[in-house]
């Protein structure tokens, strides 16, 4: 696990290479054994590949998603807000249990926040999604995970830049 940690970058290139069904279908099992507070699994994942739904997408935020056109999969974790207390914890374990699963795969991703963001002057970046996916009023959308065949090569950050000043102890 901790290679896959070492390794895993954001990625924002890809390849017009096509994500395999099962490959996919990993995916979808690793979201569904994303760990959730008291088991209430609030969280929905939407897996979108259609090419118009994911240029759509990729205008859900005025800067930080455009890149999900070129992508293959885009990932949309979203969840029914009054199913749980923490609802956005629980979404954000299942983002990163993505990601980490799609690297062990070998895919490039990258994160992708949505929640409290904007679109435009006039509407939010959840409220463009749920327009663009049809999606009821009571879900509310955490992030969307890019995912794709690496077009970009990104080294792994060297342990001498971690910022190990952030762990403090207590005796």
């Known amino acids: 696990m901790l ?5 895993r970058r954001s990625v ?3 390849k017009d290479k096509a994500i ?30 259609d ?5 759509a997408l990729s205008r859900a935020k005025t800067r930080g998603s455009s890149f999900l056109q070129g992508a293959g999969l885009g990932v949309v974790v979203c969840a029914g807000e009054n199913e749980s207390d923490v609802w956005i914890e629980d979404c954000s374990i299942a983002s990163i249990i993505l990601q980490l699963t ?20 006039s509407q939010t970046s959840e409220d463009y999604i749920k327009d663009v996916l049809g ?9 969307i995970i890019a995912f794709g065949y690496p077009d970009e090569e990104k080294q792994p950050i060297p342990k001498d830049q971690l910022e190990y000043n952030k762990i403090l102890s207590v005796e």
Not at 3 to 7: A, G, Q, S, Y
Not at 51 to 55: D, H, I, P, V
Not at 135 to 143: D, F
């Open 51 to 55: 090419r118009a739904k994911l240029e």
């Open 102 to 121: 799609g690297q062990s795969l070998r895919l490039g991703s990258c994160w992708i926040q949505i929640r409290k963001r904007i679109h435009s002057d």
């Open 135 to 143: 999606l009821p009023a009571n879900m509310r959308v955490e992030s």
């Open 3 to 7: 290679d896959i940690l070492r390794k």
């Open 12 to 14: 924002r290139i890809y």
């Open 20 to 49: 395999e069904p099962e490959l996919i279908e990993l995916l979808k099992e690793a979201a569904v054994r994303s760990p959730t507070s008291r088991n209430f699994r609030p969280w929905r994942f939407i897996f979108v590949t």
